[in-house]
């Protein structure tokens, strides 16, 4: 009778080898796994200790299969797909996929558009992780997320532009009895500034009102976007904002545009996702779905 398989490896140590192979690159490596270079460098000594023999050659610049290392990568690549396809076919009835985005951006853009997304694809189960924090792709299960920046988000990961980021001046319409009137620079001492985390004020006068100096007016501080919007909503100043977080609230009537002017800042909303191999289907659907979205903004 059969004991089971006394010549099997850590299965940890061998999905980390696939991924070293694949990348040559203990750094890329680690990046997609996220875990540390020494702990991905710890895996496959331990491998190699126990197969007894090398399967990389350590090059000045990254890293060389070894004959038998180069065989085993194919072999071992085989059987690991094999246990994904199985595991998959396991829990057929919904595909999962997780998206990493600010609490503003699932407040103000996601979840209102989330409705239609639930209709159209029944078979995704989305899952949105709302947090401030820079999520990392493998320990948070994150399969997408929408990163604010440049478009360089470090080696491992794809990056797509979303929307530019164009911010404007809102606030409610009872501050000027419902009529968007053009707001001059002594009428701005008059109101409250609201302002978030971002802190677009300075820029934003500075192209807007170039002759003047910062105005005098008072200032109100919040930590996210969205609490700077709900303040302006609820009459407390003057806003500045992404247009794609205030456009339902400007079509509604809760907010108007003060100014006529915006302001484009260098950095914008990009689609993030690891780089792999294969991909799941469900991924690209959101993906897409999700520039569709942007381009109704």
Known sequence: MSD????????????????????????????ELGVTQAAVAQQIRGLEASLDLRLFERMPRGLALTDAGLGYSGNIRSALAMINEATRLLRPQAAHLTVSVTPTFASKWLIPRLGSFALSYPDIDLRVLATDRLSHFSTDGVDIAVRYGNSAFGAGLNSELLM???IVAVASPTLFEGVAATVSFEQLQDFIMLHDAHNFWPQFLAELLPQHAQPTAKNLRFNQTSLAIEAAISGQGIALASAAFVHDDIVAGRLVQVFAQQLTVEK????????????????????DWLKIQAGDS
Do not use: D
């Open 4 to 31: 089971g398989f006394p010549q099997l490896p850590s299965l940890n140590a061998l999905r980390v080898f696939e991924v070293v192979a694949r990348h040559l690159n203990f750094r890329l490596a680690a990046e």
């Open 164 to 166: 530019e980021q164009r």
């Open 268 to 287: 914008s909303f990009y689609l993030v996702w690891p780089r792999k191999i294969q991909q799941p289907e469900s991924l690209s659907i959101v993906k």
